[in-house]
């Protein structure tokens, strides 16, 4: 059953070689399997279209011939019937029985991991993301990177791939000077104990107003970050001190959404790396001075003809490019990276551009292999008035004070529900709740897109959230309690053919998992598993209300029950590739 595991793939070379064997050009042919309209079939290979009008040749007539092919293949004929519809689309119908050894064969998670972790298997990504400035609360912007972020190592790991959580956070640079000139002589120790994170912020936004104001102050700063790139022993000691309490405020906030990095490798770690990219870059003939700064250009791209990528400043200093150049070959080198993924928002958009297109040009001329570089890239939450939401005092609103509202939100929720359950077993609902509707909320919509920030909808136990998947899947477990052990035992051998449109549509869903995990992570959009899970629960409830499940013969049970604890299943381990918890009531 193993080469079943992904239906559409499987297809999709049978179809090659049925193409083949048809006597088609394949080098013209692509197959393009996908789900079929069911009143056709389960899936269809359409490739024949596309084909027949690039060689100006009937399609019926290809799609026919290729039919005859796939007729001679026994693995296909003994699982599936095959049709052509309209104008050449070939449809397969699988038989109930090719269901049930399906779910037969991918019964558990460790099934589902097994045949999936050979999709990425040798790979070795690093995904760089969360990355905040380091003295500063996280805002509710900054969740977005962490969460996406999240949900591409859990994929990529489940696929086999070996991933490196990287934090690259921004720990160097010009605010650190402000930074000092106010923490000298403005300390409030207390605030510092109890809220280092705001009060670090605090001291940074009032050394900036104060520089503003006076040219002395600016000074004073200017020499303090001097200082710090002298690595002069009081402003490193400062340094680390103000770097250990922002790691550490990051850290809880981290804790809270479940997300452990195995490393902090920030700009600074970078900054001792810089001079090799100089002389490589320029030593190749790839960068070259431009008004007093080292740049790259990429004229080849009209966007880029009149802005070069900027790689040393003209006072000499590195900047960000510096730092992401180092950072690619360190990962190529330290980490043997065959894929690099950095989540940051669409407004780096250039940046990452270009650190590509250097990068590509850098490699290729010193003989380094590069690694797939992906920037994965997200748009803005913003209130219904399409602008970056803020709190009602106008300020952006703190991440953690975010996450607590949704935690506080969804235990009012929850025990307006269940209003018998005791404290504890609430609170514990309402933290997975609370913060699953906000992940999810995230990882729904397109990353590209922005999209509009609403609690009435996230918290929704109706539609495309978190709360209605999670109910759904507290639902099915107590289908389970219901039941004595015997019952819940042995149900393959117990269990009867599919036969109602509804148990077949579940059965298909629950099939089209790995499909949906493929499309997810080839284009590394969460939101296209997110729809899978809302589609599959959906047919779910679907399925549950047209066919009862307890039922007095054995058989239907028993087939019923595995649909059961596979949608369970499948929801399960979507919602924590998702980096969502499930609950087992609620
Ligand atoms: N610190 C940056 C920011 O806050 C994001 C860093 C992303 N990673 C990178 N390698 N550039 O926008």
């Known amino acids: 059953m193993h080469e079943w595991f992904d239906v559409e793939k499987k297809l999709e070379s049978s179809a090659n070689v049925a193409a083949c064997a048809a006597g088609l050009d394949t080098t013209m042919f692509n197959a393009d399997v996908r789900p079929a309209d069911p009143r056709f079939g389960d899936f269809q290979v359409n490739g024949a279209l596309p084909y027949a009008k690039r060689l100006k040749t009937n399609p019926r007539e290809v799609a026919q011939k290729m039919v005859t092919a796939f007729e001679k293949d026994n693995s296909l004929t003994s699982v599936a019937d095959l049709s052509i519809a309209g104008p050449g689309f070939i449809n397969f119908k699988f038989k109930p029985q090719f269901y049930s050894n399906w779910l037969a064969a991918f019964a558990t998670e460790s099934d589902f991991k097994e045949s999936a972790s050979r999709f990425y298997s040798g790979d070795r990504v690093v995904v760089d993301y969360g990355s905040p400035n380091t003295a500063k609360q996280m805002h509710v912007g900054h969740i977005r990177s962490v969460v996406i972020g999240e949900a591409i190592c859990r994929l990529l790991e489940f696929c086999g791939a070996k991933v490196t959580r990287d934090n690259h956070i921004g720990d160097w640079g010009t605010p650190y000077g402000k930074l000092f000139f106010a923490y000298r002589r403005h300390l409030d120790e207390s605030a510092l104990t109890e809220d280092p994170l705001g009060e670090l912020e605090r001291l940074y936004k009032l050394g900036s107003e104060l520089a503003g104001e006076d040219e002395a102050v600016l000074d004073e700063c200017r020499e303090e970050l001097v200082k710090l790139q002298a690595k002069d022993p009081g402003a490193m000691a400062l340094w680390e001190k103000v770097n250990e309490l922002s790691i550490a405020g990051l850290n809880e906030v981290y804790e809270q959404l479940d997300v452990t990095f195995d490393c902090y490798l920030g700009e600074s770690f970078y900054r001792d790396k810089v001079q090799q990219v100089y002389d490589e870059l320029s030593d190749s003939g790839l960068a070259e001075e431009s008004k007093g700064a080292l740049v790259v250009f990429h004229t080849e791209h009209k966007r880029y003809a009149k802005q070069p990528f900027i790689i040393r400043k003209s006072d000499g200093a590195s900047n960000y490019a510096t730092t992401d150049l180092a950072t690619m070959l360190y990962r190529h080198e330290h980490f043997n990276a065959t894929r690099i993924v950095i989540v940051t928002d669409d407004r780096q958009k250039d940046h990452f551009e270009q650190l590509d297109l250097t990068t590509a040009k850098w490699f290729e001329r010193t003989g380094r292999e590069r690694p797939i570089f992906n920037h994965v890239m997200f748009g803005k939450i913003t209130g219904k008035d399409g602008k970056p939401i803020k709190s009602r005092s106008g300020d952006p609103i ?160 028993a087939r019923r029950l595995i649909l059961c604890s596979r949608t369970l299943l499948a929801l399960k381990i979507g919602l924590s590739l998702l980096g969502i918890k499930t609950l087992e009531r609620m």
Not at 432 to 438: C, D, L, S
Not at 542 to 553: G, P, T
Request: with cysteine.
């Open 398 to 557: 703190r991440l953690k004070d975010l996450i607590a509202e949704a935690i506080e939100r969804a235990y009012a929720l929850v025990k307006e529900k269940n209003p018998d359950l005791s404290d504890a077993e609430l609170k514990h609902i309402a933290q997975t709740v609370g913060v699953g509707a906000i992940k999810y909320a995230d990882l729904s919509p397109n990353r590209t897109s922005d999209y509009v920030f609403s609690w009435d909808k996230l918290l929704s136990f109706e539609g495309n959230t978190a709360p209605y998947l999670l109910y759904a899947t507290a639902r099915i477990q107590s289908i389970f309690r219901k039941l004595d052990g015997p019952q819940k035992d042995g149900l393959e051998k117990r269990a009867s053919t599919f036969e109602t449109d509804e148990e077949i549509a579940l059965a298909r869903k629950i099939v089209e998992f790995v499909g949906a995990l493929q499309t997810t992570i080839e284009t590394l959009r969460p939101h296209m598993l997110c729809l899978y899970l809302h589609e599959l629960a959906g047919t779910f409830s679907a399925f549950y209300s047209a066919n009862k499940v307890i039922v007095e013969e054995e058989g239907v049970q």
